[in-house]
């Protein structure tokens, strides 16, 4: 981090126009690393703007500032025009251009430096500056350290603090990943001395779903959920028709992949979900099954040693067959993964 800042600190000694941006479908990690950003930088004098690739979850909508971020997929000119007069872009929890879908182009054209900070395997090298720690538990963490490396701990606000909760909290599985390192409670020990209460944090994010989506996870547990004993796994798949009948929405998935393995002998999980015009897909895994690996090899994807995603451009059903060969080819591993956890 103290390299990160030796790099850029001649590019924010003074005033400069920034654009924050984040991947597409942002989770609480992606925005809550982009808005404790814009409020930082906005306390030092900068003038920021935050960019999404589309629209985010209704249930991070309470999160200080997010009324204030500029969706491409709905203000395309006003995210272009930002774009044009920034002299500075900072990339947060995505290294790679294309996790950003149509926005891509216009980020890798701009001139201002573009600086990453991101905890996901494998960044393109297309950035001018940044820094990509996949060890840290979420790209919050991140923005914490590169706060506290400025030497303006003192600047962190409530605002902030409700931010950077957020991400690392949701990135940790409820602090339960084993991603949950001393650094991640000590910074949550700190924030909570500034005034951070994270009981309103968890009922905000988890504990303000609509009903529908809440009868849409019963319907996929108990009717899509497969099991593969052989393969110490699980799916979840569901067709573009189930996700609408259910009514559901950007964010009403999330999490859905990690509840099959709370089943005894299940360490890998993964999630399909049938969207526009392609096949997206989450992974989940337990111990020394490597996801990104995995998502990288098979789907197009990648992610962590844990929690990947992918992608697959044919049909559900041929995405599915895809799955269980691969499933196949990965048996030896995943039995030895699984008697490595006993």
């Known amino acids: 981090m103290q390299q990160l800042l030796r790099n850029i600190a001649h590019l924010i000694e003074s005033p400069q126009q920034i654009v924050i941006t984040h991947h597409y479908n942002a989770d609480a990690d992606a925005l809550g690393a982009s808005l404790a950003l814009f409020h930082y930088f906005s306390l030092k004098g900068h003038k920021c703007v935050v960019v999404s690739p589309n629209s985010m979850p209704d249930f ?54 573009k600086i990453l900070i991101d905890h996901h395997l494998n960044p393109d090298k297309t950035f001018d500056f940044g820094i990509s720690q996949p060890s840290k538990s979420s790209t919050c963490e991140m923005i914490y350290d590169f706060i506290n490396a400025s030497g303006d701990n003192a600047l962190i606000n409530i605002e902030i603090a409700q931010c950077l ?66 393969y110490h796994s699980a799916i979840i798949a569901v067709s573009r028709e189930e996700l609408n009948r259910f009514k559901i929405n950007t964010g009403d998935t999330e999490g859905i992949v990690n509840y099959p393995l709370s089943i005894k002998n299940i360490i890998f999980s993964t999630f399909i979900s049938e969207r526009d015009n392609e096949i997206r897909m989450s992974f989940r895994s337990k111990g ?9 090899d098979y789907f197009n994807g990648g992610g962590h040693h844990n929690a990947a995603g992918g992608r697959s451009d044919v049909s559900l059903s ?11 080819e990965n048996k030896k591993q995943l039995k030895q993964c699984y008697l490595d956890l006993q």
């Open 165 to 230: 909760y957020a991400g690392v909290m949701t990135d940790t599985g409820s602090f339960k990943f084993p991603c949950t390192t001393a650094s991640v409670h000590e910074m949550v020990a700190n924030l909570m001395s500034k005034g951070l209460k994270p009981t309103a944090i968890h009922q905000a994010i988890l504990d303000n779903y609509q009903e529908n989506r809440l009868r849409f996870l019963g319907y996929v547990l108990s009717e899509k959920m497969l099991l593969f004993p052989e």
């Open 288 to 296: 020394e099954f490597n996801v990104n690996i995995f998502s990288r």
């Open 60 to 113: 991070l909508q309470w999160m200080p500032a997010a009324y204030k971020v500029l969706k491409f997929d709905e203000q395309k000119s006003d995210v272009i025009s930002a774009i044009d007069k920034c002299g500075i872009i900072f990339c947060l929890d995505f290294n790679q251009y294309s996790r950003t879908k149509d926005m891509a182009p216009f980020l890798q054209q701009s001139k201002a430096k």
């Open 318 to 328: 041929e995405t599915i067959r895809n799955y269980k060969q691969a499933l196949d």
